[in-house]
């Protein structure tokens, strides 16, 4: 029988591997800080939804406002970057600056929910100029946060609605001509009064924890807890333009997350109008 | 193949020609508006072994605030044929349709491919080849096409059309009003609200019947096997008193009749040098149609159906051209049709228009009719038939024998070709020769192969003839009917 022996050279591998080991656990917990290479897609002139980039911000990230993420990432001067309120629908003013042109520092901090909205989100659009030609290799840092939970308004009433109850009142429900009126189809005004409905209202760019587990559109809404049709899920490929529009629940909902990138996140009517709180599932 | 590439190459050039005829229009400025099948409904039957053909447009009603795709428009808007100064005043043959997908290829043949805007197909696309076919677009994508139908995302403005041709000339049309919940023109919301959805399939344009593959997608009877006929495909009385009244059964069709499908013209007669038939008011899937989503939501939604949204259907125009006998033309108006100078009436959809019989070998006749959706001509024709050429031999039968025995009456006839025959009637002329009558239960079966001729021996009991001793067999035919000479028993 031949006796194992170590020598100093198999204690030190041995060692060394265990290191390696314990450290690739590590390098997976969902608070570790991370560093990623996140290509930034140029605008072309005339081809909409090209170089609309939307980008996944870690929940933990040193940039604290717009501003301070066009300076601390070095995005190209000239890059627009925009925020989207979810309760108004808007991504002006305020929730977008140009980086090296308009963008102060004391602008819009990235994570709205310190702005007093409920909301911590994270996903932000950045928008090169057309004279950018090139992809930008962005560097982006930060770390997770694995108790930060993301809310979704319902798309209707929310947030006038009393938790559990529904009515028919709600911002971006007005009726043309008869604005004290509330509505949700045109069938609720007067003709020829028509029901406004605003579009963006409750579309929520939700940052895409970049050690998410999902893989696919569908596994996020399952890990939000979205019912099926009770949410439409969102892609945006800067390289190309095209825009995935997906169901929850159904198969157009089945196409493959893309590391680094946001998503956008629309509940739909069905459903009771409460928010929708989650955690988003991560390694 | 080569044909197909000819139609195709066609069509893209119409296509691309309306794109480049069409000015500058206004485009989505909205991140995205998608035109698509939404909730893994699909359109079934398509055949789809090679890229089908799909049209998109937008209609709106043009009353405030339902304006931004209205369907009269400036002259420079005019994306039709003809002469601009003409198309966009209602005089000319083009369509104004400020818009549409011009050239974008929106459906998808195969969940592996993309659509013409770089889209990746929905899976329910299937495989190319397999009759599943999706649709696809963007109206804020990329690409060169006209307009935004819904440019604030709005309740009931710029209803969409879609129109679908298949690689056998089937197709089909559906339309869609804006889903607030989806922010999108959900194709499904006109499909039934099942989960996935749907789906709906393209007409049969032509479809075996009888032989040993019943139902099968045809384009000539030699596809069906023997005894198989393939037939254009909605129920309409062909022949016999009553052509164009919709039939359940052959006898609703009177002596003479036959009950067939129908894509969008119905045969009347054709004696080689006119031809008269019946249109129909064409057919659209809506998110009105009962049991869709759009009307139930399928449970999950609010119903988005309106039918003060829904545009008026009406017969379009009747166009022509010649084609090898026996083939499904493109239907696509662009790919060499001729507008006739008669249109189907407007009320009954009744016409008689002269048809010369084409001289080539083996070339035939073809007859197709448009529609009207909210005052604006299809983009492929609604239906097609096919007349006999002039050397294409004819269906008419000759009886061989008819012999009294027992309580049946024997009849052998046979043909010399079957061209656009459908199936044989068995006549006699009752009351002293007062009344003819039908008296086989069922249409008769053809058997003749690839337009060839066929022998036939039938028996029809005696008491059927009410004391008749004379009779007829009538070929009826996918463009009238024919009637042999008369025979005595």
């Known amino acids: 029988m031949i006796r194992f022996k170590p020598s100093r050279l198999t204690v030190a591998a041995t060692v060394a591997a265990i290191l390696i080991v314990l450290a690739g656990s590590g390098a997976v917990a969902s608070n570790m800080g991370f560093k990623m290479n996140k290509a930034i897609f140029p605008a072309v002139s005339g081809t909409p939804g090209k170089g609309n980039n939307l980008v996944s911000l870690p929940m933990n990230n040193p940039y604290g406002t717009l501003n301070g993420l066009c300076t601390q990432t070095s995005l190209p001067a000239g890059t627009a970057v925009t925020l989207k309120n979810p309760e108004t629908g808007s991504q002006t003013g305020a929730l977008t600056c140009t980086c090296g042109i308009g963008c102060p520092a004391n602008t819009t901090k990235l994570d709205l929910s310190t702005q007093g909205l409920a909301y911590s989100f994270l996903g932000v659009q950045e928008r090169m100029p057309v004279s950018q030609t090139a992809t930008f290799s962005q560097i982006i840092v930060g770390s997770h946060n694995p108790i930060q939970p993301v809310l979704l308004r319902w798309v209707q009433n929310d947030p006038l609605c009393p938790e559990g109850t529904c009515t028919n009142a709600g911002p971006g429900q007005t009726c043309a001509n008869t604005p004290s009126l509330c509505c949700a189809t045109n069938a609720n005004c007067v003709s020829p009064a028509t029901c406004n409905l605003a579009a963006g209202v409750g579309e929520t760019w939700v940052s895409v924890p970049y050690h998410t587990t999902a893989v696919t559109a569908n596994d996020f809404c399952t890990q939000a807890g979205i019912p099926s049709g009770q949410a439409t899920i969102v892609r945006v490929a800067a390289d190309t333009g095209v825009v995935t529009s997906g169901l929850c629940g159904f198969s157009t909902a089945n196409y493959n997350l893309v590391l680094g990138e946001a998503v956008k996140f629309r509940r739909t009517s069905a459903g009771p109008c409460t928010r929708l709180s989650f955690i988003p599932a991560h390694f | ?489």
């Open chain 2, 1 to 489: 193949m080569r044909k197909v590439l000819i139609c195709c190459s066609s069509v893209a050039a119409v296509l691309w020609a309306a794109s480049a005829l069409s000015p500058v229009f206004a485009v989505c400025t909205i991140s995205s508006q998608p035109l698509q099948h939404y909730l893994g409904g699909y359109f079934m039957n398509c055949p789809d072994a090679q890229p089908v053909k799909a049209f998109a447009y937008a209609l709106s009603t043009r009353i405030a605030p339902d304006t931004s795709c209205p369907d009269l428009v400036s002259n420079a808007q005019c994306t039709g044929a003809g002469t601009p100064a003409s198309c966009c005043t209602g005089a000319g043959t083009g369509t104004c349709i400020p818009c549409n997908t011009a050239g974008i290829d929106i459906a998808c043949e195969d969940s592996s491919g993309q659509n013409g805007q770089g889209g990746g197909c929905q899976a329910e696309a299937g495989t190319a080849g397999d009759g599943k076919v999706t649709i696809l677009f963007d109206w804020a994508g990329p690409g060169i096409y006209p307009g935004c139908p819904d440019p604030n995302q709005q309740l009931d403005i710029g209803r969409n059309f879609v129109q679908l041709v298949a690689n056998n000339g089937s197709s089909i049309m559906v339309s869609v009003s804006f889903s607030f919940d989806l922010l999108a023109y959900a194709i499904d919301m006109a499909e039934p609200d099942t989960s996935p959805a749907g789906p709906l399939s393209c007409s049969p344009a032509a479809n075996c019947t009888g032989g040993s593959t019943p139902g099968k997608v045809c384009a000539t009877n030699a596809d069906c096997g023997a005894g198989g006929a393939c037939t254009k495909g909605g129920l309409y009385c062909t022949g016999g008193p009553t052509p164009g009244k919709v039939c359940a059964t052959n006898s609703d069709c009177g002596a003479g009749g036959a009950c067939m499908e129908a894509t969008g013209i119905i045969a009347g007669s054709y004696d080689g040098t006119t031809f008269c038939g019946t249109v129909p008011v064409p057919v659209v899937h809506t998110d009105c149609d009962a049991g869709t989503w759009g009307v139930t939501g399928g449970g999950i939604f609010a119903p988005i159906c309106n039918p003060s949204t829904l545009p008026a259907l009406a017969r379009g125009k009747l166009y022509s051209k010649t084609d090898t006998c026996g083939t499904s033309p493109d239907t696509t108006l662009s790919s060499g049709w001729t507008l006739l100078p008669v249109a189907p009436d407007a009320n009954t959809g009744a016409f008689c228009v002269p048809i010369p019989k084409p001289s080539g070998i083996n070339q035939c006749a073809f007859v197709a009719a448009s529609g009207r959706v909210g005052g604006v001509e299809t983009l492929a024709a609604v239906g097609a038939t096919q007349l006999a050429g002039q050397n294409a031999p004819s269906a008419r039968a000759f009886v061989d024998s008819a012999n009294a025995g027992g309580n049946n009456v024997s009849i052998s006839f046979h043909t010399v070709g079957e061209l656009g025959l459908v199936g044989f009637n068995v006549l006699t002329d009752a009351q002293g020769g007062k009344n003819r009558i039908k008296v086989n239960s069922a249409l008769i079966t053809p058997k003749g192969v690839q337009g060839g001729g066929a022998s036939y021996a039938v028996q029809i009991p005696r008491g059927n003839f009410k004391g008749s001793k004379v009779l007829y067999i009538e070929s009826v035919l996918t463009s009238g009917t024919l009637l042999s000479d008369p025979a005595t028993f």
